[in-house]
């Protein structure tokens, strides 16, 4: 059978959902700890790498995909991530033991992280969305229902994804996937209760962002764009054309090419923040006064060691001495 059979024959499937589907997949349910690749993984050419955050909601998506595929025959290896770091080691791991394809189900986090375990290695990475704002599978119009998702795995047509790698003044540098932002957004996302994610979704954000902006210093950040150095309020480096969820950020952005659109809120304090997001769900935050978007290979932030970043919706420490494109694009399946 062709991949575009199998694909067919995958979209057509009416499957039992149960939780019992997971006995037609290999499992692991513990906790990771990075054992030799031979004896951790047989080859499988799937392998699935789930973060458990997604909460049972979303689990039961997964559960239905898996019941999907394993009907049609596709064999695959469903490895649970533990910890910061699992989801990059395990992926890494898999692809080195032959591994044809490695499944990222979770949200844009989990995916960055099984991206960074994938750069240069040549395995294609997929996507099962289980997060709350999914940017990137809405970047790509990916599939969402179990039955669609399941057929474009079976698929693999793919489509270049170039990811960015912001590099801080110590430690290691971290690949996004989607966006990396400086300022008022970082705050909340490292503020940001999961428990209060998990009950109000992306409306947690809002929420967040309310309590933190009396308190919120706005003074300016510096920003260095291909050498030419700015200041702004905020600052979002970004891959993608989408920010938190569908919502239109950069027209211009190409995640496939190398580069970055840099949008620059120019314009600070609480009144001029809750200017710019009631903007964006109208979708004009593109064409606010005080918003700025420049395209740059190059972004760096001179002196901001104290301000905090977030990579992708999830924490990243403080903001980067350095932002370029990582070594090379990854294989992204679309369908």
């Given amino acids: 059978m062709t991949r575009a059979e199998m694909a067919v024959s995958v979209q057509s499937h009416r499957p039992v959902m149960r939780p019992s589907s997971l006995r037609h997949a290999r499992v692991r349910w513990e906790r990771f700890t990075p054992p030799p690749c031979t004896e951790s993984y047989h080859s499988h050419a799937m392998v ?4 458990p955050a997604a909460g049972n909601r979303r689990v039961y998506r ?21 910890g910061a770091g699992d989801a990059r080691a395990l992926a890494a791991a898999a692809a080195a033991a032959g591994a044809e394809l490695v499944v990222a189900a979770g949200g844009d986090g989990t995916i960055a992280e099984v991206a960074s375990g994938l750069i240069e290695t ?11 704002a999914n940017v990137l599978a809405r970047e790509y119009a990916l599939p969402f229902a179990p039955r669609a998702v399941a057929a474009a795995l079976a698929f693999g047509r793919t489509r270049p994804l170039w990811p960015g790698l912001a590099t801080p003044s110590e430690g290691p540098a971290r690949l996004f996937v989607q966006m990396l932002g400086v300022g008022l957004d970082a705050a909340v996302v490292h503020a940001i209760r999961p428990r209060l994610k998990r009950l109000l979704g992306r409306g947690a954000y809002v929420v967040e962002t309310l309590l933190r902006l009396p308190g919120y210093d706005f003074s300016p950040i510096r920003v260095r764009l291909d050498g ?7 600052v979002i480096v970004t891959k993608g054309r989408l920010y938190g969820g569908p919502y239109l950020l950069a027209p211009e952005a190409r995640p496939e090419e190398p580069g970055f659109s840099v949008v620059l809120f120019e314009h600070a304090g609480p009144r001029a923040a809750l200017c710019y997001g009631a903007a964006l769900p109208l979708g004009r935050l593109a064409r606010m006064p005080g918003v700025r978007r420049v395209r740059a290979a190059r972004v760096e932030f001179p002196g901001n ?8 919706g999830d ?16 294989a992204l399946v679309v369908g």
């Fill in 315 to 330: 924490p990243a420490g403080m903001a980067p001495r350095l932002v370029t494109d990582a070594a090379a694009p990854l």
């Fill in 228 to 234: 030419v150095e700015t200041e702004a309020a905020s």
């Fill in 48 to 51: 699935i790498v789930f973060n």
């Fill in 62 to 82: 997964l559960w239905r995909v898996l019941d999907i595929l394993a009907a049609n025959g596709i064999r695959c290896e469903v490895l649970r991530t533990g």
């Fill in 122 to 132: 040549g395995v294609p990475l997929g996507v099962i969305p289980l997060g709350t």
């Fill in 305 to 312: 060691r104290a301000r905090p970043a977030q990579s992708d």
